[in-house]
């Protein structure tokens, strides 16, 4: 008998991504989790994936269970109910490691950008042949016919460790994660094991001097802008539609390619991308075809015009994040007051990061708050409340709430900025709702 996946924690991005996939190449899947709505879950009801309570009747004898990272025995009652009765698990990147190695696999690594750049990746790999993946904003694509795998590969407790690609792109190496990594030095250091676990090629950001000190066991590949890198990103031209610009590869040229995003951030995305398709043999006219038409991921510069305003969702909780999603606010809205709205995401990251936090903000024309979201993984939430944060931004920063978001329509002629990687969208509906009621009393 076919077993089935059961997942413990089915609507996290990486879970929700690999249930889809599993479904996709025909295996029974189902999984657990919260009443709570979370935007994963859209996909898996869509693809008609039974999502269950949590409940110690879901662990029977005929399911393989794939247990998300979050979920402890004394906060879960599955995870509890499966270590007493000794019923095994898989944590989600335990299962994933075992489960490429049926795979010709590429992996993308990196505090920041490593969920766009898996994305563009995965959506030119597959547009080029048959690929499965995995991307962090929970999308899943499988094929029980495909030779080719591209997954996203997260940093956080080491995770990344049971992987073994055959090529990676790393795309940045910066403190983040304080509740666990201890410091930068100890942030390079599982970047440079994971590196060493690649076999055929290793794609690095080359302007990073973090990434430049990582040693490994395949060729190193450096992108960049400047001269120095083997892949160098050149003419470029940044519009209101997107950006274009140039690839050399040691001096040779490998031609003009164009992509409809914004931010500089954006085209060493691509770079890289391009860097790791011509390294592995592919056709860059079929690589320069389908960068065009990559629309991007879920909540990473999300648009949407409601009643006439433009509002931009970003997933962005970091301090390098802020200034990459603020560059491409500018690139495309350049004669719009640019108006950030940012949830710090954990307390030990505002801690750590506070005077970085509010240095980034500051490249927004107005600022506004809400209140640090928290994480469960946190025990001590510290001394740091987001009237800290408000102080130290030379703009004037306004904190708002949920219920009360109407400081924001002081700005007639702007684009408003919603990052944050907490529930920083429940106040982005909250002001929806305030211009589509404005809308309708006026009518």
């Known amino acids: 008998m076919t077993k089935t996946y059961h997942f413990i924690g089915i609507k996290g991005s990486g879970m929700s991504a690999l249930a889809l996939m599993l479904h996709q190449m025909g295996h029974q899947v189902q999984g657990s989790d919260v009443e709570k709505y979370y935007f994963t879950q859209r996909g898996l009801e869509q693809a008609g994936i039974k999502i269950l309570p949590f409940d110690e009747k879901n662990l029977q004898a005929d399911v393989e269970v794939i247990a998300g990272n979050a979920f402890r025995p004394d906060n879960n009652l599955e995870i509890a109910y499966a270590d007493a009765n000794g019923i095994s698990y898989k944590r989600y990147h335990e299962f994933l490691g075992i489960f490429m190695r049926n795979f010709v696999s590429m992996g993308v690594a990196g505090v920041h950008g490593k969920t766009s750049t898996t994305g563009m990746l995965a959506h030119v790999w597959s547009n080029i042949t048959d690929t499965s993946y995995l991307i962090g904003d929970g999308t899943g694509r499988g094929s029980a016919n495909a030779k ?40 390079f250091n599982a970047f440079n094991d994971y590196a060493k676990q690649v076999s055929k090629g290793l794609f690095v950001y080359g302007e990073d001097k973090e990434l430049r000190r990582v040693t490994a066991n395949a060729p190193i590949y450096y992108y960049g802008f400047k001269e120095g890198n083997d892949f160098i990103a050149h003419d470029l031209l940044r519009s209101t539609t997107g950006s274009s610009f140039k690839v050399s590869f040691r001096g040779q040229e490998l031609g003009e390619f164009k992509i409809p995003s914004f931010g500089r951030h954006n ?22 075809e389908h960068l065009v038409t990559f629309g991007g991921v879920k909540r990473r510069f999300t648009e949407k015009v409601v009643n006439g305003t433009t509002i931009i969702d970003d997933f962005a909780h970091h301090p390098t994040e802020i200034i990459a999603t603020l560059d491409a606010a500018r690139q495309k809205y350049p004669s719009k007051e640019i108006v950030a ?11 750590a990061l506070l005077d970085e936090f509010a240095e ?34 030379i703009k004037k920063a306004e904190i708002i709430t949920v219920d009360n978001v109407s400081p924001l329509l002081e700005h007639p002629n702007a684009v408003y900025v919603f990052m944050g990687a907490g529930d920083i969208q429940t106040y982005e509906y909250s002001f929806e709702r305030l211009l589509s009621n404005l809308t309708s009393n006026v009518q």
Do not use: W
Request: proline share 4%; no cysteine; glycine share 4%.
């Open 341 to 351: 709205i940012f949830q710090p995401h954990t307390f030990t990251r505002t801690i």
């Open 267 to 288: 085209i060493m995305n691509a770079t890289a991308v391009i860097g790791l398709l011509y390294t592995a043999g592919f056709d860059l006219n079929l690589v320069r």
């Open 360 to 393: 980034a903000l500051n490249q927004a024309d107005a600022v506004y708050l809400a209140q640090i979201y928290g994480s469960a993984r946190e025990v001590d939430h510290g001394d740091v409340k987001v009237e800290d944060l408000a102080e130290k931004i």
């Open 148 to 187: 080719y795998f591209v997954f996203e590969a997260d940093e956080y407790e080491r995770h990344f460790m049971p992987y073994h690609p055959e090529y990676s792109i790393i795309t940045n190496i910066d403190f983040d994660h304080p509740d666990y990594f201890t410091s930068l030095e100890d942030v």
